[in-house]
């Protein structure tokens, strides 16, 4: 007599460790139970025929703007079209109004977030001049993901720019540091770069050198400090190149935005929807990104989703205000890659689970195995479809990759065994929960 599980996926080419293979996944208690044929019953089954089932994909890097950015988007919103999306989990950052940078704010967030998001999140602390010497308290706080810092100003009223706040802050805790680098003394200097209208001018003004010093610096002081950094969204090959040679210290990241667009397309077709914080850059400059990709540089995929309404973007450049939406887009966009042959699936999988759960030190994500959460992406590879504005969940109501024509989806969303979501439709509740950490749960 065979085992009974509250749920098995069936039919299905299933991404292990080891590998991809023909084998059923039976879940129990919100935890993968059993890998292999012939499982036995289950309270639900779904039937995964033609479809790859990949570990849970996690998206480092949101922008959901809740509290007080609502117009734009907010928790549930947000968290809405990750899971349409197919991610199942989710970092939220501290630019908000007010600012996440308190232990009071950061309990705010995780109360509004608990069973309203659809997905499992995080949130980061930002960091600021004030509050340096009590992040290494901050960082503790189950259910956050970290500390971030702003080197350059963006969205928001997070900033910290001079070396000596910059070491206080990586002098307070041990957690790994997200970092937003361009160089904000070099920007104020080259504001006569940004030309009135003109959205091409962004990265002009915000140049590969503003990038490249932030990142040259932010590595140094990590080494004085002895603290890991990462790196988020990185724009220019020079970048790779250098972190290529701090891997001891220094995770980083990239976008697919930064892998898809260019900017001499981007911003004659866009405008200032093209705009975002660091900028979309050359072709020459996607290219590279895409040549450290695959000699393994980038350690994460995170979609930077920071959406903005459409009346806001519409303002004249340098008016409009920098970031795009991506998480909801974020799988789409990679198949897409993986389906035209520049990214392997399994080098997707590496960016977007495995390697979020190693350099974050997640508990209970990241693959599927036995004891681990019951979190799957089921993607149909070969489908062929076009992005359209009826499938968009984010409340500012736009994509740069609206009507575009991608190969690949994701067909389901399940999160510790439940189906959330399923051909673009939603489970009845959202049921998100915190996400652990080692560094919060061993504290």
């Known amino acids: 007599m065979g085992q009974t599980f509250d749920l098995i996926l069936s039919g299905g080419t299933v991404h292990l460790p080891g590998g991809p293979a023909q084998v059923d996944v039976g879940v129990t208690g919100g935890k993968v139970a059993a890998i292999g044929t012939s499982l036995g019953d289950a309270g639900e089954r779904i039937d995964c025929t033609g479809l790859d089932v990949l570990p849970g994909v996690i998206d480092s890097q949101v922008h959901f703007r809740e509290p007080g950015l609502e117009h734009k988007e907010d928790l549930e919103s947000g968290s809405r079209a990750a899971v349409l999306g197919g991610v199942t989990a989710v970092f939220e950052m501290p630019n908000t109004n007010p600012n996440t940078d308190t232990a009071e704010r ?54 910290v720019d001079d070396d000596d706040a910059l070491a206080r802050v990586l002098a307070s805790g041990t957690r790994r540091v997200a970092i937003h680098a361009e160089d904000e003394a070099r920007m104020n200097a080259r504001k006569d770069h940004r030309v009135e209208g003109d959205a091409s001018s962004h990265p002009v003004w915000r140049d590969d050198e503003s990038a490249l010093i932030a990142t040259r610096r932010i590595v140094g002081l990590a080494r004085k400090a002895r603290r890991r950094i990462h790196v988020l969204h990185i724009t220019t090959p020079a970048e790779l190149e250098f972190l290529a040679q701090h891997k001891d210290i220094a995770t980083c990241e990239v976008t697919p935005q930064h892998l898809t667009l260019a900017g001499e397309d981007a911003y004659p077709r866009l405008g200032s929807y093209a705009q975002m914080n660091p900028p979309i850059r050359s072709a020459a400059h996607r290219d590279g990104l895409w040549h450290w990709l695959r000699q393994g540089v980038p350690d ?14 519409a303002k004249p450049y340098p008016a409009s205000p920098s970031g795009m939406p991506g998480v909801q887009t974020l799988v789409p966009l990679l198949l897409n890659h993986v389906a035209e042959g520049r990214l392997t699936l399994q080098r997707f999988i590496d960016l977007t689970s495995a390697g979020p759960q190693r350099i974050f030190g997640l508990v ?70 915190a996400l652990r950490f080692e560094a919060t749960e061993f504290a």
């Open 106 to 159: 950061v309990h705010d967030k995780l109360k509004r977030a608990h069973h309203r998001m659809w997905c499992d999140h995080a949130f980061y602390v930002g960091a600021t001049a004030d509050n340096a010497e009590h992040l290494k308290e901050l960082e503790r706080i189950p259910g956050t993901s970290g500390v971030k810092i702003f080197m350059g100003a963006s969205t928001g009223s997070l900033l």
């Open 300 to 313: 994460v995929l995170g979609s930077d989703h920071a959406p903005h309404t459409i009346e806001e973007k």
């Open 364 to 433: 209970g994500k990241g693959r599927i195995a036995a004891g681990y959460d019951a979190d799957f992406t089921i993607v149909d590879l070969k489908k062929r479809w076009t992005v359209g504005s009826e499938w968009l969940a984010s409340r500012c109501n736009w994509s740069p990759f609206e009507g575009d024509t991608l190969t690949g989806k994701a067909i389901g969303t399940v999160i510790r065994g439940q189906r959330v979501m399923w051909e673009d439709s939603l489970a009845n509740a959202a049921t998100g929960e």
